[in-house]
């Protein structure tokens, strides 16, 4: 940076409003790159966002805790909008529960998978222990998972970004997974995504359709649930292969 900018660049991070700032300015801009790209699911505007706000905070030496300080409000937000996500789910309740069973089958089935899968594949490429366990709650909610990980002893700093690119990377790929395989049922669709890429892949596919977007709010809601019952109960019993 220039003499000039830098010292522009420190009179503005006195500011705490300047990571609320920064967030939203981010965020709009990747948003107008993800309409202007006709919604194509690789502009997907969250990746585009934490790309530009990693690329300015490496570029001007802020630290990550100093951006946090003042956008910690976005962070907040994030349990209002949770709790949102019940309005769309209502509206397909009869449905919902014409298909408990099956839903509940996919849900046990598929966060055992995330959690297991994930933590086999850093285990078998010789990850430390506190890295092992900080992907186990991958595919849950941030809040969520950050809580899981130190209550286990992972990383939750680490678990974080693990869950923001899970996230991005379902809600980028999804489409092509689905049609790779032949899955046309929203329902389908959505309660996978919902438990695979948590809230980033439930916000594409609300975007998508709105019966997807309310069995991923679901399948999202119900997965943080599970995994932070299952987790702790597996690692004792995962015990000797983690060791």
């Known amino acids: 940076m220039t003499p ?3 010292t522009l660049w420190v009179y503005l991070a006195a500011s705490p409003l300047l ?13 107008w790159i993800y309409r202007r790209s006709g919604n194509h699911p690789v502009a997907n505007p969250v990746l585009l966002s934490v790309s530009f706000v990693i690329i300015l905070l490496l570029l001007s030496g802020t630290s990550y805790q100093t951006y946090f300080d003042g956008a910690q409000f976005v962070h907040f937000l994030l349990g209002p909008a949770t709790v949102a996500l019940a309005i769309p789910l209502h509206a397909q309740f009869r449905k919902v529960r014409a298909l408990l069973v099956p839903l509940l089958v996919a849900l046990l089935a598929g966060s055992l998978t995330a ?3 994930a933590m ?31 209550t286990i002893g992972g990383i939750p700093s680490l678990t974080a970004g693990v869950v923001i690119v899970t996230g991005i990377i379902g809600a980028v790929g999804y489409r092509y997974l689905f049609q790779l395989l032949r899955v046309r049922d929203p329902a389908a669709q959505g309660f996978a995504i919902g438990l695979a890429a948590h809230g980033i892949g439930t916000a594409r596919a609300i975007q998508v359709d709105q019966q997807s977007g309310a ?27 983690l060791a």
């Open 215 to 241: 069995f991923a709010a679901l399948a999202m809601s119900l997965n943080g649930l599970l995994t932070a019952l299952l987790v702790p109960l597996l690692i004792p019993l995962l015990g000797s292969w």
């Open 4 to 6: 000039q900018l830098e």
């Open 115 to 117: 959690i297991l899968s």
């Open 120 to 150: 086999a594949v850093a285990r078998l490429l010789g990850a430390s222990l506190p890295t092992v366990l900080s992907l186990a709650p991958k595919s849950v909610t941030t809040p969520i998972a950050m809580g899981i990980s130190e």
């Open 19 to 31: 990571g609320l700032t920064l967030t939203l300015l981010a965020y709009q801009g990747a948003s």
